[in-house]
């Protein structure tokens, strides 16, 4: 099992790190129509295809008023479309939406701790998204851009997901330990 000192070198460690807010990046299958492509997608999930994820950021908050967990992602506004779907594909643009919602506990699979926020995250979190350019396309402004640039916003870490692709974490599909 990977040690913490893992997560301090591709995220932010601290001694006070008790008091701020925990970063993490998962990873769930693509949302597809029902039928063959939903079964694509989550056959694509379970081999473990980088390109054929969809990222988001997690928040576990260290505030005792905020006992939940937060997701941040970015998705197409109808991500179940096949009109989506071949657009996107082909290289335009498709309305996208920033979402948020709670969680109760974080994911046990393709879930990574990568540091922690030096401000209130969720705050922070809030302001990058009302700068954030909704019109997806992918490859150059989807979930990834969004989770690279969120992360890196939250903890000053820049590239995250290549830093875990890249990672022998990614690829074996091991996670890191969960706070100490």
Not at 23 to 49: E, I
Not at 117 to 127: L, V
Not at 135 to 145: G, T, V, W
Request: hydrophobic letters at 40%; charged letters at 20%; aromatic letters at 8%.
């Amino acid at each position: 099992m990977l040690s913490i000192s893992f997560a301090k070198s591709i995220g932010r460690g601290s001694s006070s790190r008790s008091r701020r807010d925990e970063v993490y990046v998962a990873a769930v299958p693509l949302r597809a129509t029902k039928g063959p492509a939903q079964l694509l997608m989550s056959t694509a999930y379970s081999l473990n295809f980088w390109d054929l994820q969809h990222f988001m950021v997690i928040i576990s908050p260290s505030s005792s008023l905020h006992s939940q967990a937060l997701v941040y992602d970015f998705q197409p506004q109808d991500p179940e479309s096949i009109a989506v779907a071949v657009a996107a594909l082909s290289g335009r643009n498709v309305p996208g939406v920033v979402l948020t919602r709670t969680l109760k506990k974080l994911p046990k699979r393709k879930c990574w701790f990568v540091g922690y926020s030096d401000t209130d995250a969720m705050d922070a979190a809030n302001r990058f998204n009302k700068g954030w350019d909704t019109d997806l396309r992918i490859n150059l402004h989807d979930c990834r851009n969004y989770v690279n640039g969120l992360v890196e916003y939250l903890t000053g870490m820049k590239a995250v997901l290549e830093q875990l692709q890249s990672s022998s974490m990614a690829r074996d599909e091991m996670s890191l330990p969960r706070k100490d």
